[in-house]
């Protein structure tokens, strides 16, 4: 059995049912080490638990303000952290009109993160490292969100190069491209869909458009492809217009409900990859403007109060620092877990300690480090 499902199998036996009496971290690591099969490290646990926060299907959740975990009541609600990749339309009862909600939100839910999952891996496969926002779309989030916060920013890197240890970026050219006043890398602004309507793809794009402006460029990637060639005309136009990439993985809904689990996804093996990447029949719609600068004005607006963007450049300024560009997942592994508290206020540090993730916390003044 998985590391993952005795987590299910294990937490909703330990945690409280009361977000209000929340237990911290340092405690439910070590209750839930006495009852697995295994060894396992303070780090990978937490890791696991962060993920699996952000699954609306998962028994675990994290209070919203301040440090501790707690039960997560099942329900339709849930749906929410979800609503980045699943419009409403997009949303449907399988089977009988008389499935339960429980059921509704939970086909939902798993298709957009196996979505997100294969998303990554594709990505990953042409040399850019993409990046999911995990905690702009939970189910308090302000529904401004959807304009504001890309669901992942894939960077893609102007001054690597691949040996034995994996890509590398290059101090040499980075401090050239620096001198020269153009950027080590691109950052791609992404909105990801399941899939796109008569009666929805206007929003779905300029939600894309939205969420763009701050970066050097735009996409809208939506996994199922499009048999009406008029919706796709019409996405074709407002692309070209305004400069976003759009592309079609041609991943329908039967194809998601046979896959792997997103998790599975995540963790298979380079065959495996190879395997579930043949499934896709990318189509490129319109590509991408060609690359502006970052607009440094618009990205502080929409990073005030936004922990996804911290993350987000403080991994960067990690692989600048180490010259490897690093995966978000490598990333999280060397920051010992810690990566995924966001703020001080979310770590499990004692009352009156210094906040241990507070180094991997990126401030404006980090941001300010790979600006050039």
Not at 269 to 285: G, N, Q, S, Y
Request: proline residues 6%; charged residues 25%.
């Amino acid at each position: 059995m998985s590391l993952r499902e005795q987590l299910r199998e294990i937490l909703p036996e330990i945690l409280p049912a009361n977000p209000a009496e929340p237990i911290k971290g340092t405690d439910l690591i070590q209750l839930v080490k006495y009852r697995l099969k295994q060894s396992y490290s303070d780090a990978t646990l937490r890791y696991h638990f962060s993920i699996m926060c952000c699954d609306p299907s998962s028994p675990i959740a994290k209070v919203d303000q301040g440090q501790g975990y707690y039960r997560r009541q099942s329900g339709r609600a849930n749906i929410n952290s979800a609503r980045h990749s699943v419009s409403p339309l997009q949303a449907r009862f399988s089977g009988s009109l008389f499935d339960s909600a429980g059921s509704y939100a939970d086909s939902a839910i798993s298709r957009a993160d196996q979505f997100c999952a294969i998303f990554q891996h594709y990505e990953e496969t042409s040399g850019r490292f993409p990046f999911v926002f995990d905690t702009s779309f939970g189910a308090d989030a302000p529904y401004e969100n959807f304009w504001k916060c890309p669901d992942a920013v894939v960077v893609d890197w102007h001054v690597q190069a691949v040996d034995d240890d994996g890509p590398q970026i290059t101090p040499e050219l980075v401090a050239f491209k620096r001198n020269m006043g153009i950027e080590p890398f691109s950052m791609i602004s992404t909105k990801l869909k399941l899939s796109v309507s008569q009666d929805s793809f206007r929003e779905d794009f300029f939600q894309a458009l939205s969420i763009s402006r701050w970066a050097h460029r735009g996409q809208l990637v939506i996994a199922a492809s499009i048999p009406d060639e008029q919706l796709v005309e019409h996405l074709r136009l407002l692309g070209t217009e305004y400069g976003i990439g759009i592309v079609t993985l041609g991943l329908d809904t039967q194809t998601l409900d046979d896959l792997p689990s997103a998790i599975e996804i995540q963790n298979m093996h380079p065959r495996e990859k190879e395997a579930l990447l043949a499934k896709i029949t990318p189509r490129v719609i319109t590509i991408p403007s060609a690359s502006r600068h970052l607009s440094w004005a618009q990205l502080e607006s929409v990073r005030r109060d936004n922990s996804d963007f911290d993350r987000l450049f403080s991994w960067v300024q990690r692989c600048l620092s180490d010259h490897r560009a690093y995966s978000q997942v490598e990333w999280v592994d060397l920051t010992d877990g810690t990566a995924a508290c966001g703020t001080p206020d979310d770590c499990d540090a004692e009352a009156g300690e210094p906040c241990p993730n507070s180094s991997n916390v990126a401030a404006p003044p980090t941001i300010a480090v790979v600006k050039v």
